[in-house]
């Protein structure tokens, strides 16, 4: 994979992401380089905040994995 295919994969990634953290609720802070931030709990009227984070997270998971599945050069590290 060379530069530019890397930067569409990760733009397709924080495109997804972003989606996501609408779905569930999740506040976006910034991305930067290959990283993406968000935060729950910010708006404290919901009382699920830290199992949206966790459901995120899983979502994550397997949309990159099911997105990519054929490009091995996808790696993905989440930290909750």
């Known amino acids: 994979v060379n530069n530019h ?46 199992k949206n984070i966790q459901s995120m997270a899983l979502s994550m998971i397997n949309e990159v994995k099911n997105k990519f599945y054929d490009e091995a050069s996808i790696k993905l590290n989440i930290s909750i």
């Open 5 to 50: 295919q890397s930067i569409v994969q990760l733009n397709k990634c924080f495109e997804i992401f972003d989606k996501l953290s609408l779905n569930y609720g999740i506040e976006k802070i910034k991305s930067f380089g290959d990283y993406y931030l968000c935060v729950s709990g910010l708006d404290n009227e919901n009382n699920n905040d830290n």
